[in-house]
């Protein structure tokens, strides 16, 4: 198995986290470096290194985050304005953490294209 993951620590409670919300499947937590008002990594239990890594017997999972990440933007008071979701893949889609995770961000207009 990959060396663990900042992620891997939360999950285990070594690394403390602001949790909003959390389930059998996954745990959704504040980012320490918001990228919006509202920014929150839904993550799930079910350890994938990418998005790249995904297979068939990880769908439950996938689809999961995406009903958890509406139940973070439904807590933050963002469901009825509008939220992002984002998933980043690999080295060249942004992705610093070798766990799948979404991003939720909200809480202000976002732009398109981002950054």
């Not at 409670?13 to 839904?42: K, M, N, S, T, W």
């Not at 953490?97 to 991003?103: N, Q």
């Amino acid at each position: 198995m990959a060396e663990d993951t900042v992620f891997d620590k939360i999950l285990s409670g070594d690394i403390p986290a602001d949790i909003l919300y959390e389930d059998d499947y996954c745990i959704a937590f504040r980012d320490i470096q918001p990228q919006a008002p509202i920014h929150v990594l839904v993550v799930p239990r079910q350890r994938l290194a990418s998005l790249q890594d995904a297979e068939a017997e990880h769908a439950q999972s996938l689809g999961h985050l995406l009903l958890a990440a509406r139940k973070v933007a439904i807590l933050e008071g963002i469901e009825a304005s509008g939220f992002r979701c984002v998933v980043n893949a690999g080295e060249d889609g942004g992705q610093q953490v070798p766990y799948l995770h979404v991003h939720v961000l909200g809480g202000r207009r976002l732009g398109w294209p981002p950054g």
